[in-house]
């Protein structure tokens, strides 16, 4: 489809979920064969294993929270959010969150709570989460907002709800962005895209919390800049292994161990790979790679997800895996919703 087809939207969203579903199973582990992940991968189009679901985690079910709240609120109601993500943390804490955001979980459930902002403030003695626990649920922003001062906005304020550190908020924002891009087709030039991505950053991290945060953190002056620089140079490469990637841009927790990977998997991914099945399109060769790098492979598949089914559309994606994953389709019916809205706005 054109610029924001309504595949687009079902792209972008069904991926994630996939991304979560199908990366759970290798969630933390610190290398993870090419073989093991297409034998998983294969194991969902296996009709006689009778297409056992494969359960979301955290990262969907904070997403579906955010969609939500988008939706019944006509857009962003941070009250709301918040409320949704506590009620949704109490009626299913056993989604694999991170320790941390379960005190902020826990603390946004109270009534008597005037700051929904102030639990995320109060984590990490006031430093704030720099996990990718905004990041993950970012996706969403891009697809509610057709406006890009409204995507970076909203996305920034979605995640200051568990994430207040500026290594925490400026992935959401970075993810949202790269999805927002990938839905108007701007990956057809992936040159532009990455040189989009980093002018777009470098706004969002000219200012004294990014400044301080990364002193502090000990990280370059603009860290997910000088990450996505990164990201340029691997592009450019002929030969990239599994190690180099892990090595310059991380497979961990922290929102700048796990963004600028998702959006380099996507870009290499963008062409068929040796080490991939000629038989795969664009999302299941991202999806499969994204698991190959280990670590955090759910978080970081479903943020790839979203920014690759955004480029491809839904007509990319496999019914079998659709079948086999928990929640996708309800994001088919939501990304629809969520395109009313955006057209809206
Ligand atoms: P979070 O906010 O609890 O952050 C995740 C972790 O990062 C924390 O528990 C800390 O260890 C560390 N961290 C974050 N900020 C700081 C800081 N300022 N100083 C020191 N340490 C810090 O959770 P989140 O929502 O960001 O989640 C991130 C990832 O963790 C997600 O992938 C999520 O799925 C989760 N996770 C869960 C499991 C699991 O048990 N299934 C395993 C790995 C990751
Ligand atoms: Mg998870
Ligand atoms: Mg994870």
């Given at each position: 489809g054109g610029p924001a087809s309504l595949s687009r939207f079902r792209g972008a969203l069904v991926a994630a979920v996939l991304g979560d579903c199908v990366g759970g199973e290798?969630?933390?582990?610190?290398?993870?064969?090419?073989?093991?992940?297409?034998?998983?991968?294969?194991?969902?189009?296996?009709?006689?294993?009778?297409?056992g679901v494969l359960e979301y985690s955290d990262d969907t079910a904070m997403a579906r929270c955010v969609v939500q709240s988008l939706l019944t609120r006509t857009g962003f109601d941070e009250q709301d959010m918040a409320r949704r993500f506590a009620k949704e943390y109490s009626a299913s804490p056993g989604r694999g969150y991170g320790s941390g955001v379960i005190q902020v979980l826990?603390?946004?459930?109270?009534?008597?709570?005037?700051?929904?902002?102030?639990?995320?403030?109060?984590?990490?003695?006031?430093?704030?989460?720099?996990?990718?626990?905004?990041?993950?649920?970012?996706?969403?922003?891009?697809?509610?907002?057709?406006?890009?001062?409204d995507v970076k906005r909203f996305a920034h304020l979605g995640a200051m709800l568990t994430h207040s550190c500026s290594l925490g908020y400026n992935g959401a924002v970075l993810q949202a962005l790269a999805v927002h891009l990938s839905l108007q087709g701007a990956l057809d030039l992936p040159q532009q895209f990455i040189s989009r991505l980093i002018t777009e950053m470098e706004e969002v991290e000219a200012n004294e919390a990014t400044r301080n945060d990364a002193r502090i953190l000990k990280e370059a002056e603009k860290p997910f800049c000088e990450r996505l620089h990164r990201v340029r140079d691997l592009m450019g490469k002929s030969k990239v292994s599994i190690e180099e990637v892990i090595n310059e841009l991380g497979n961990g927790i922290a929102a700048l161990h796990s963004v600028p990977t998702a959006i380099f998997c996507v870009l290499h991914c963008l062409e068929p790979r040796e080490c991939l099945p000629e038989s795969y399109g664009g999302v299941e060769r991202t999806i499969a790679y994204s698991l190959a790098l280990g670590g955090d492979t759910d978080t970081i598949a479903c943020m790839a997800g979203a920014i690759a089914g955004a480029h491809y559309g839904i007509e990319a994606i496999p019914q079998s895996w659709i079948k086999c994953c928990e929640g996708a389709e309800d994001a088919h019916e939501d990304a629809k919703r969520?395109?009313?809205l955006f057209l809206q706005s």
């Open positions: 290798f969630e933390g582990a610190e290398e993870v064969p090419m073989e093991s992940v297409l034998q998983h991968l294969n194991s969902l189009d296996d009709e006689t294993k009778g297409n826990k603390k946004l459930s109270s009534p008597q709570l005037s700051d929904v902002y102030q639990p995320a403030r109060d984590q990490f003695n006031g430093r704030g989460s720099f996990g990718n626990g905004g990041a993950m649920r970012a996706a969403p922003f891009a697809l509610a907002f057709p406006d890009l001062d969520l395109k009313m």
